[in-house]
């Protein structure tokens, strides 16, 4: 099967690619030595499938756009479900999913329904390890407010971890989107979190593993 590679990884896997040519033909050349160079070759070749991997972007099309649902926005390890106060936007209690992405999972973000983007944020900090409670309010983020159906919203934020350094998005405040289309990718490691209406119905389980445009989150009174 094809392996499709995410825009934001093609200048890295490029780099990286040249960088590591350059290294194992120099050591090659200069210090030809079989136990130095065929354990760097295999290095050299783990360590480029590694970032390989982590910029993979599977097609995951939903086949029927549905609003009463919300999809899993990212691949990952469900590492919060809870009823929490969101003090940026709603300033009350939501029902918190948080999604918990490691190295090894896809990094897509993908929009958990369709509708308007009625509010938009990016806020610089922190780089607290993704696990940790205050990583949501203190370390670099986005805050998504989607806004469908007769004016339900739902918020999604994009949190930079210990290793992630780097959000991206492709929305901006005013677009209307598409559930399940890209909106946005994290680098290497980090956390979503999505805070819904106090009725949803929750779908997933604490350590579940989800997938981005597979898995239900919630599903939501019409």
């Not at 918020?155 to 890209?182: C, F, H, P, T």
């Not at 579940?208 to 599903?219: F, L, P, S, Y």
């Amino acid at each position: 099967m094809f392996l499709r590679i995410h825009k934001e990884g093609h200048t890295i896997l490029l780099v990286s690619a040249l960088i590591l040519t350059i290294l194992n033909v120099a050591v090659y050349q200069f210090w030809p030595l079989p136990f130095v160079f065929w354990p760097l070759l295999v290095l050299s070749i783990v360590f480029y499938l590694l970032i390989l991997q982590f910029f993979r972007n599977p097609v995951r099309q939903i086949v029927a756009s549905d609003n009463n649902v919300v999809y899993a926005p990212a691949d990952g390890r469900v590492c919060v479900i809870e009823e929490a106060v969101e003090e940026e936007y709603f300033k009350g209690k939501r029902l918190q999913v948080s999604i918990f992405m490691s190295p090894l999972n896809v990094h897509v973000n993908r929009n958990p329904v369709s509708g308007i983007v009625n509010y938009f944020r990016y806020h610089p900090g922190k780089y607290l390890v993704a696990w940790h409670p205050k990583s949501s309010t203190e370390n670099e983020r986005t805050t998504v407010v989607y806004q469908f159906g007769e004016g339900t919203e739902i918020l999604m934020r994009q949190i930079a971890g210990a290793v992630a350094k780097r959000i991206k998005w492709y929305i901006s405040e005013g677009d209307r989107v598409e559930q399940g289309n890209d909106m946005g990718f994290i680098k290497f490691g980090s956390r979503v979190d999505l805070y819904l209406p106090l009725d949803a119905k929750i779908e997933v389980y604490m350590d579940q593993q989800v997938k981005g445009n597979r898995t239900i989150i919630a599903r939501l009174n019409s």
